[in-house]
């Protein structure tokens, strides 16, 4: 079974903080993404990358920034933490070439600014 | 622009039941529709997916009904169960070429389904 690990399951950070979550997946997938999720507004892609040191831009990038030095991980910065970035960080990935290939997902980093 | 339009919110049935979770789409380029299913504490898992070239597909107790013309799809749960309670996602993607690895999700639906 594809592991995705993320390295927190939970983070409480102050306003300001620079934040590194971090993601680790074992089956050498190319695909890997950052989501965000909160209530009543679903899953939303922040950042997602198809090859190391690769990167593009998802639909709310602002305020974050990611990082793919080794194909297996992927993390995701927050420059300067802010309370609107308190939310649950979920991290996945999918292979590339194989059609219909789902996500596979972390558990998740619930995060707390404060 | 929500690309993805989930409906409802939440959803409370009673064991037995047959919850509905309807999902409309707006981008013509989006030819596979997975919904994915989220446990507490859990991230999302793919519970069944489908692709235009049919109407309708089985998987076990839950079905998806799928309506080109409206662009629309949805999630049918027979003889639901307590341990189907969970989040809903659905989603949507081009199969293949450009933006096929970047799903578009819905906004979810909590469904609860009482003994």
């Known amino acids: 079974d594809v592991k995705v690990t993320q390295s927190s399951r939970y983070l409480v950070k102050r306003t300001g903080e620079k934040v590194f979550l971090e993601c680790v997946q074992d089956?050498?997938?190319?695909?890997m993404f950052w989501y965000r999720q909160d209530p009543g507004l679903g899953l939303r892609l922040i950042y997602f990358?198809?090859?190391?040191?690769?990167?593009e831009k998802g639909d709310i990038p602002e305020g974050y920034s990611v990082s793919r030095e080794k194909k297996e991980r992927f993390s995701l910065i927050l420059e300067s933490a802010s309370t609107n970035q308190t939310s649950m960080y979920l991290c996945?990935?999918?292979?590339?070439?194989?059609?219909?290939?789902?996500?596979?997902f972390g558990n998740g980093t619930r995060l707390t600014v404060t | 622009q929500q690309q993805v339009k989930q409906s409802p919110q939440s959803l409370i049935v009673q064991k037995g039941g047959i919850p509905i979770i309807n999902c409309a789409y707006e981008n013509t380029a989006f030819d596979y529709f997975p919904w994915y299913q989220q446990f507490p504490g859990k991230g999302p898992a793919l519970l069944i997916a489908?692709?235009?070239?049919?109407s309708e597909k089985k998987e076990g107790r839950f079905t998806i009904s799928f309506n080109k013309s409206a662009k629309q799809f949805s999630l049918h749960i027979m003889d639901s169960q307590p341990g189907d309670s969970a989040t809903y996602f659905c989603a949507a993607r081009p199969y293949t070429g450009a933006g096929s690895y970047q799903l578009t999700f819905g906004k979810g639906t909590k469904l609860s389904v009482i003994p």
């Open positions: 489908i692709r235009p070239d049919v």
């Open positions: 990358s198809y090859d190391v040191k690769m990167k």
């Open positions: 089956m050498d997938h190319e695909n």
């Open positions: 996945a990935s999918t292979p590339i070439g194989v059609l219909g290939s789902p996500l596979h």
